[in-house]
């Protein structure tokens, strides 16, 4: 994909009416634990550590997808609620029937909305999320500007987000894993061209010291990088000042 084909996707996914990941709704927690190795479960443990919850919050998580993180967060935060945003229809679908399958309804809601441009009030949650998403947004500083807003002052957010290692032993294992071993597994399990752009939106994204600075800009203090398995991840943890 081009760099303009990758801007057009993106502004689909998030700007639009998320068409993009709507055909492989049904395959996608799947394709997932296959591509991540199994890790992706732990990734999403340590986000959910990281907002350092302690009952009765009201958190928000943006691009909630099939609301796997949504549902990580109740799960291990009893008297949390949640409420999901995400663009497409249909993984908001398949979330809906996980949130009822695990017996949250009462603590998860899901909604379909748009990351850049958040219907809530200002102040309105205690801390927010966001995993694996933050790299599809067309404006990434605008909706990181949009998670500040509506998270109270002290609140916390934690964006997890795929990286590829710039340096290190892992480095170059990582790139040819997701340049190469990604798109191809990812379009023979699911027949689809998603996951060619999943490879090049990871090798698209910034390096952690400019989205640290990036996340400063739109409102947070005390920025924290974590590198988990190696900088294949990375979970970005800031603190709303204002």
């Given amino acids: 994909m081009t760099d303009r084909e990758i801007a057009g996707a993106t ?3 998030e700007g639009g009416d ?3 990941f709507d055909e492989i709704a049904d395959r996608y927690d799947l394709l997932n634990r296959i591509l991540s190795l199994g890790l992706d479960g732990r990734w999403r443990r340590r986000t959910v550590e990281a907002l350092k919850l302690e009952g ?3 958190i928000l998580d943006v691009a909630t997808g099939t609301a796997d993180l949504a549902i990580e967060i109740a799960n291990r935060s009893p008297g949390v609620s949640v409420i999901g945003v ?3 229809r249909e993984m908001l679908a398949v979330g809906g029937r996980k949130v009822a399958d695990a017996g949250l309804d009462d603590r998860i809601e899901l909604e379909r909305g748009d990351g850049q441009q958040l219907r809530f009030d200002d102040d309105r949650f205690h801390g927010c999320c966001i995993a694996f998403g933050i790299r599809n947004f067309p404006n990434r500083l ?3 500007r949009e998670m500040a807003r509506v998270v109270r002052p002290g609140g916390t957010v934690a964006v997890l987000e795929l990286s590829e290692p710039r340096k290190g032993v892992m480095a170059a294992m990582s790139r040819l894993y997701v340049r190469g071993v990604v798109p191809r597994l990812g379009a023979l399990l699911s027949g689809s061209e998603q996951y060619r752009y999943l490879q090049e939106s990871i090798a698209a994204f ?3 010291s400019q ?3 990036m996340m400063a800009e739109a409102g947070f203090d005390d920025v924290v990088t974590h590198p988990l398995t190696f900088g294949v ?4 943890v800031g603190r709303v000042t204002t």
């Fill in 233 to 236: 991840v990375n979970l970005f």
């Fill in 56 to 58: 009765g919050e009201q």
């Fill in 18 to 20: 998320g068409e993009f």
């Fill in 206 to 208: 910034p390096p952690a």
């Fill in 11 to 13: 502004k689909e996914l």
């Fill in 86 to 88: 995400d663009p497409s």
């Fill in 142 to 144: 605008q909706g990181l």
């Fill in 211 to 213: 989205f640290e600075a």
